[in-house]
């Protein structure tokens, strides 16, 4: 395509032109990349609609690629679940939470209490979600510990009593009982850093299950080979009894930048028409929902190595990687096809024991359970050096 064109008429001509600038700058011909950049703001800076808007996400993207503008991609808003991932989370009516719930029952038989390992700020994911999924055998209030591993940049930010109160809210309408030695925050960037003197994450008693939450967490581990081989080896290490995983079904860990934006802008196109269609009053994005997903296109398209901590992968990659790390499937027991479908997706179905929602036939995000493969205290994988920032490896444990 020619820099001449004077406007786009469908998601799939803005795709085309931002193809076009990514060649021109891949070869270094930032004059031509200039005119087409010119021709994407001439035409989608008009426009309100959400298409419009994300053109400019991948128009600004391909700035930041061309001039090496890679901000840091962590701050304390992204790490709250931005909407519509919220209406996923938190209305249990659509079965989701129960189907975790009866996962996780079926993975802690005969356990009394839990410690549950987590990745976020409690306050700001909202309503108790890290208890919504627990089952509570008898009359009494549940035992339950709760580990917070945030990033360092979060260590003068939080307010610990804040949490804690929070969580004793919470924790009271589902009958848990929290005292403040029940909470405990630590600040690294992955369970894998934790080591024995800082945190001890051993059970307190037999009658304790460890129950570990990756929500949109594991991909940002792909990007170095070290910090991912770490954590599955933490992870074998304190035994848990379930591992649940959540992540966006998407693919756009490819080394190749030019697939890379091809593939991402596919995705949040479909991703950005079922907001559209979430909210048909014509509802444009709220600030942080719009942040957060701008926050991770620039990210994806204008970074490299280290510095690329988007890399979504798909179903079939994510399992291939643990079940070859010596983890094992809990498929979820329940059939999918009696859930009812939530209101701004057009399918919940069942893929490889997994639970994936989609919407006009583009899988969306994705539910999975794991746990170690028992008796195997020895394993060995590779990671290729495509998915990952840092090379291939080879490790036993």
Known sequence: ?????????????????????????????????????????????????????????????????????????????????????????????????????????????????????????????????????????????????????????????????????????????????????DLRIVYTNSLGEVDGSTLDLRRTNDDEALVVYYNFKFHTLLAEAEAMKKELIKLRQINPEIVIMQEQYANDNDGNFIKRLEYSFRYYSNFFQYYSNLFKSGKPLDYNTAKYYMRQIHNIVACEGRDRMMRHQSLDEWRDLLLTAGFLQIPFQKDVENLHALYWVEEIKEEEGCLVLSHKDCPILFVSCWRPRAGEEHFEFNLNSNTLGQGIFVFHC
């Open 1 to 181: 395509m020619t820099a001449s064109s004077s406007s786009f008429s469908s998601a799939d001509a803005a795709l085309e032109i931002l193809v076009s600038c990514a060649h021109a700058i891949e070869d270094g011909n930032l004059k031509t990349a200039d005119s087409f950049l010119h021709q994407i703001w001439n035409t989608a800076a008009v426009e309100l609609d959400l298409i419009s808007k994300l053109v400019r996400y991948f128009a600004e993207a391909l700035v930041r690629r061309a001039y090496g503008l890679h901000p840091p991609y962590y701050t304390y808003s992204n790490l709250q679940i931005p909407h519509p991932l919220y209406y996923y989370y938190y209305y249990s009516r659509f079965d989701i939470n129960e189907m975790v719930g009866e996962a996780i029952e079926s993975a802690t038989t005969g356990k009394k209490g839990f410690h549950l390992i987590d990745f976020h700020i409690p306050h700001l994911y909202g309503r108790g979600y890290l208890f919504k999924t627990l089952p509570n055998r008898s009359s009494d209030p549940l035992s339950v510990r709760i580990t917070v591993v945030l990033p360092t940049f979060l260590k003068n930010t939080v307010d610990f009593q804040e949490e804690m109160e929070y969580l004793t809210e919470a924790g009271k309408l589902l009958k848990i009982e929290l005292k403040k030695e």
